[in-house]
């Protein structure tokens, strides 16, 4: 698996970019070995503030955000990342232990396309969310009027 800073490269033969940002090793441990079945660049940050710089310089396909993170916290990053004309279109996951309806569309409404709950469950996650939200089973990135278009983002056809 590389680990480096990539370009937009679906469509073009070369491993989608992922950028986590959570501050729990533990985490970053077990959603790296789950995202190397899937052949994935995968790029870290650990806190909400470098997530945003990393996210800006990267140009990662998805993002996996951590909602509870010292500092910053999910909500606020996704906030920060959606207001960026550099990130504003890339596709974020909102990970988290809060299960609750209000925490769910708290992440939503900060432009979250999906939310996945702790525990992870190894059979299912990362492989299905990571899986449609790159586009390889339905060409959708998950945002809305957005579709990947010989690698890079774009509105779709009418």
């Known amino acids: 698996m590389n680990t480096s800073s990539n370009e937009h490269n679906l469509g073009a033969g070369k491993e989608p970019v992922v950028l986590i940002i959570d501050d729990d090793p533990q985490n970053l441990a077990i959603m790296t070995d789950l995202l190397e079945t899937i052949e994935v660049t995968v790029l870290v940050a650990e806190d909400g503030e470098s997530g945003v710089k990393r996210g800006c310089y990267a140009d990662p396909d998805l993002i996996l955000l951590d909602i509870m993170m010292p500092g910053i916290d999910g909500y606020e990053t996704c906030r920060r990342l959606k207001a960026d004309p550099k990130t504003r279109e890339i596709p974020v996951i909102c990970m988290t232990a809060l299960a609750d309806t209000e925490h769910k569309l708290r992440g939503f409404e900060a432009g979250c396309v999906d939310y996945i ?42």
């Open 117 to 158: 709950t702790q525990p992870f469950q190894r059979r299912y996650w990362p492989v299905s969310a990571c899986t449609c939200a790159l586009g390889d089973l339905s060409g959708n990135l998950g945002t809305p009027g957005t579709r990947w278009n010989s690698g890079s983002r774009s509105a779709p056809a009418n």
